[in-house]
């Protein structure tokens, strides 16, 4: 009992409650006289409890260190999300920044089978690309985000389960979208900034969700709808074909047998860049 109202009594005293409390009047033992308190604590030396100047005599060295330091504390800066869109972005845009360039884009992954191969790929010719990751693939995988993050590569979010977000609720689909932010951000250090619904399915609580957590809506120009293996020349054409300025190609590094994936990244693109494409990462909108 003794040393509870021991340690009551410190703290009372650290606080003001028993120097003056919310009057501003100083008590016994203080410093402040009627020219006011004295300045706040923080970081640097402060006297030492019960020596001249000191918070209030007798009360132990690290006392002060119950008192705020808000003078000390850095201004908040107000986070500027994006507008809630009602369609997603499907290109570049048309401006000089954007001539010649191309986006590639990769979903579902990572997947340790095929996701390392496609870096690999890219590593080679100098080349960084969008991987939206699904979070529950990256929760098993995070080496390869943060091997993502380290090559210059730019990680969209794409749910944790890829599930159809037109037949979820509301909580439901904040919650899919919300678990793989953060697990990224956990990995990388921050937090994905674009997002991109499975299977093209976007509705109103995809856009305002999305927006809520910082994120724009990126779809796609060309798919190569290499997720139904049709054959590697068949991906190689697709791309090839629909090759343009400005163009969004879509891809797969996980959800299924994407060798053929593979081998059509290390076929297309040095085709690509032959013909004088550049492959880049769009820029954000200005908020």
Not at 70 to 94: C, G, M, Y
Not at 133 to 150: F, P, S
Request: proline share 10%.
């Amino acid at each position: 009992m003794l040393l509870r109202t021991a340690v009551f009594l410190g703290i009372a005293a650290a606080s003001g409650l028993l120097s003056g409390g919310e009057s501003g009047t100083p008590g016994p033992g203080t410093a402040s006289g009627p020219a006011g308190p004295a300045p706040a604590a923080g970081p640097g030396p402060h006297p030492a409890a019960g020596a001249p100047g000191g918070l209030s005599q007798g009360l132990p060295e690290r006392s002060y260190r119950l008192r705020p330091m808000t003078a000390e504390a850095p201004a908040r800066q107000a986070v500027v999300k994006p507008a809630v869109r009602t369609r997603p972005i499907l290109e570049l845009p048309s401006d000089p920044n954007t001539a010649g360039a191309m986006v590639l884009t990769f979903d579902d992954g990572p997947d340790p089978r095929y996701t390392p191969a496609i870096l690999d790929t890219l590593a080679r010719y100098g080349v960084r690309a969008m991987f939206f990751v699904c979070g529950e693939m990256a929760a098993e995988n995070r080496d390869l985000l943060r091997r993502m993050a380290d090559e210059g590569h730019v990680i969209g979010n794409h749910t944790w389960t890829h599930p159809h977000l037109t037949r979820l609720s509301r909580p439901a689909l904040a919650a899919e979208i919300a678990r793989t932010s953060e697990v990224v951000q956990q990995t990388v250090g921050e937090p994905p900034l674009w997002f991109r619904a499975p299977y093209g399915e976007w509705n109103r609580a995809a856009f305002e969700v999305g927006a809520e957590l910082g994120m724009e809506p990126l779809a796609w120009t060309v798919d190569t709808l290499d997720w139904k293996e049709p054959g590697t020349a068949t991906i190689v054409s697709r791309v090839l074909g629909g090759a343009a300025p400005g163009v969004i190609v879509l891809s797969h590094d996980a959800g299924g047998d994407r060798s053929q994936s593979v081998r059509a990244l290390d076929s297309y693109l040095p085709q690509l860049l032959a013909r004088g494409y550049r492959m880049t990462l769009p820029v954000l909108p200005a908020r």
